[in-house]
């Protein structure tokens, strides 16, 4: 059983506020692992009036504090990567990717240089869009800051991506968290759908917008 497995088991057992926060946090940060097995099974636990945690307290779940909690969570870890980017600076943190610590948390400098790369081609919206970017969404608080982004603007794009991306999770979680190794299976393919979605409701407000500016002349 890998260590991901053992962690979801752990969650399955011990799912309450506390632990969506750590897990979130857990995700945010440079330690791999998927928001889609905590935000959607939580939600789904959440739409059951008769389920109750035993094990953490006796009481239900609400949606809207799993998603705020979530939210708080990937803050935390955002914050993290983004304190640690500042404080070592780009030699450490590279050598740190490319170490054998950094290996087992899944980095490599290559990873790093690809979202430093998108940092710069986005700019400080990349925190935001990153948010739904599998492979980029764990990374990019790193160049963030690296690149000493003001920390007012990297919480308020961070808060944002992280409060819709979860939004959409929970929302998803309603209706397929019982299929937790179909959610597991195609995260990867749930974060693409997700950004094709999100990047389709973006354009429609842009180009509703532009429309409106346009009959205004």
Not at 26 to 52: C, D, L, Y
Not at 115 to 123: C, L, N, Q, S, T
Request: charged residues 15%; contains cysteine; hydrophobic residues 55%.
């Amino acid at each position: 059983m890998s260590l991901i497995d053992k962690l979801i088991t752990w969650y399955s057992a011990h799912m309450s506020y506390a632990s969506i926060t750590a897990l979130m946090a857990v995700e945010s940060s440079f330690i791999p692992f998927p928001s889609e097995v905590v935000i959607p099974p939580a939600a789904f636990v959440a739409g059951q009036p008769e389920s109750v945690l035993c094990v953490t307290g006796n009481y239900l779940l609400d949606v809207l504090f799993i998603v705020l909690f979530g939210t708080l969570g990937a803050m935390i870890g955002a914050i993290i990567n983004y304190g640690l980017s500042v404080w070592l600076g780009r030699i450490i943190i590279y050598k740190f990717a490319d170490s054998k610590l950094g290996h087992l948390c899944l980095l490599s400098s290559e990873k790093i240089e690809k979202a430093e790369a998108y940092f710069r081609e986005k700019g400080n919206v990349s925190t935001f869009i990153g948010r739904f970017i599998p492979g980029i969404r764990q990374l990019i608080s790193i160049p963030a800051g690296l690149s000493r982004m003001h920390f007012g603007a990297f919480l308020w794009w961070t808060f944002l991506g992280a409060f819709i991306w979860n939004c959409i999770l929970a929302t998803i979680g309603y209706v397929a968290a019982g299929q937790m190794d179909l959610i597991k299976e195609y995260s990867h393919e749930l974060s693409v759908a997700i950004l094709v979605l999100v990047g389709v409701v973006i354009l429609y407000f842009a180009v509703k917008q532009i429309i409106v500016l346009a009959t205004r002349k």
